[in-house]
T-cell receptor, first 115, second 113 residues
Framework: GAGVSQSPSNKVTEKGKDVELRCDPISGHTALYWYRQSLGQGLEFLIYFQGNSAPDKSGLPSDRFSAERTGGSVSTLTIQRTQQEDSAVYLC?????????????FGSGTRLTVV | GQQLNQSPQSMFIQEGEDVSMNCTSS?????WLWYKQDPGEGPVLLIALYKAGELTSNGRLTAQFGITRKDSFLNISASIPSDVGIYFCAGMNSGGSNYKLTFGKGTLLTVNP
């Protein structure tokens, strides 16, 4: 597609439930990133994919968080046993691997609310 | 870990005024970027700075990469209502192929017509 697509755009879930957030990157972009934006905060790095592998998972807050990427394209971020502190906007970005930063494009995010 | 201090936290200005915001870091970055985020959208890149001391303009926007590589500022001249939004600075140190960004907490800009 023309841009990075994320779904759902909004998700309300009960505490303790699992959620899956989806990211469709720009076609041909090999690098994919997940960030989390809490209210009034900047974006916090979660995980980086190069192709289907994740060389940097250092930002995942706990073992309840996991992510995968298949076919070098779609990525899914899964949060198990959600907690209220997981409420945030989860943003995905993809990047064209030609050096430089100009190809770094964000999606519109998934707003997750845990009640 | 690396932290960025962005100020001011918010600004309320009149249309036509100039705006300045800045970021400082406790450590060095080799790239600085400025993003704008509109409500319900992801951040959009405004300006990228790759070299210490670099001064770059993009229309009414001007940004500089501090000579120490620990700071950057963004100026907006002759503000207009559509400049409203949250502005983020971000620093990057590319480690191999990993271009992850460290973000400031943002400056909320409100422009009064």
């Amino acid at each position: 597609g023309a841009g990075v697509s994320q779904s759902p755009s909004n998700k309300v879930t009960e505490k303790g439930k699992d959620v899956e957030l989806r990211c469709d990157p720009i076609s041909g972009h090999t690098a994919l990133y997940w960030y989390r934006q809490s209210l009034g905060q900047g974006l916090e790095f979660l995980i980086y994919f190069q192709g289907n592998s994740a060389p940097d998972k250092s930002g995942l807050p706990s073992d309840r968080f996991s992510a995968e990427r298949t076919g070098g394209s779609v990525s899914t971020l899964t949060i198990q046993r959600t907690q209220q502190e997981d409420s945030a906007v989860y943003l995905c970005a993809s990047e064209q691997r030609q050096g430089g930063i100009h190809g770094y494009t964000f999606g519109s995010g998934t707003r997750l609310t845990v009640v | 870990g690396q932290q960025l201090n962005q100020s001011p936290q918010s600004m309320f200005i009149q249309e036509g005024e100039d705006v300045s915001m800045n970021c400082t870091s406790s450590s060095i970055f080799n790239t600085w970027l400025w993003y704008k985020q509109d409500p319900g959208e992801g951040p959009v890149l405004l300006i990228a700075l790759y070299k210490a001391g670099e001064l770059t303009s993009n229309g009414r926007l001007t940004a500089q990469f501090g000579i120490t590589r620990k700071d950057s500022f963004l100026n907006i001249s002759a503000s207009i209502p559509s400049d409203v939004g949250i502005y983020f600075c971000a620093g990057m140190n590319s480690g191999g192929s990993n271009y992850k960004l460290t973000f400031g907490k943002g400056t909320l800009l409100t422009v009064n017509p």
